[in-house]
Nanobody
Framework: QVQLVESGGGLVQAGGSLRLSCAAS????????MAWFRQTPGKERGFVAT????????SYTDSVKGRFTISRDNAKNTGYLQMNSLKPEDAGVYYC?????????????????WGQGTQVTVSS
């Protein structure tokens, strides 16, 4: 089973950028669909973006379209989330997740593998 470790979170001013990374180990990364979720205090993890196994298909929640880009490098067993034009409402703990199929509603329960999360703070 693949294990996931996120990195790249931090404090950034509104309008700034961050790139999150998700390093995979212990499994065949290219065999997994990857996604990013965000959690804020008192709320469940919400879907942000997903990318299929080969990187050809992506999907985003409406609030980040045009600002965030999900990508992956299967040779490096790493996925990424480039976040530009950050807003205070983008803040939260970002989790990398993986599953074996693409599509559907991208609910938290659809994903079986999770990282430990990385904190993103956006100051106004």
């Amino acid at each position: 089973q693949v294990q996931l470790v996120e990195s790249g979170g931090g404090l950034v001013q509104a309008g700034g950028s961050l790139r999150l990374s998700c390093a995979a180990s212990g499994g065949t990364f290219s065999g997994y669909v990857m996604a990013w979720f965000r959690q804020t205090p008192g709320k469940e993890r919400g879907f942000v973006a997903t990318i299929d196994r080969g990187g050809a298909s992506t999907s985003y929640t409406d609030s980040v379209k045009g600002r965030f880009t999900i990508s992956r490098d299967n040779a490096k067993n790493t996925g990424y989330l480039q976040m530009n034009s950050l807003k205070p409402e983008d803040a939260g703990v970002y989790y990398c997740a993986a599953r074996t199929y693409y599509g559907g509603r991208n609910l938290e329960t659809d994903y079986s593998r999770w990282g430990q999360g990385t904190q993103v703070t956006v100051s106004s």
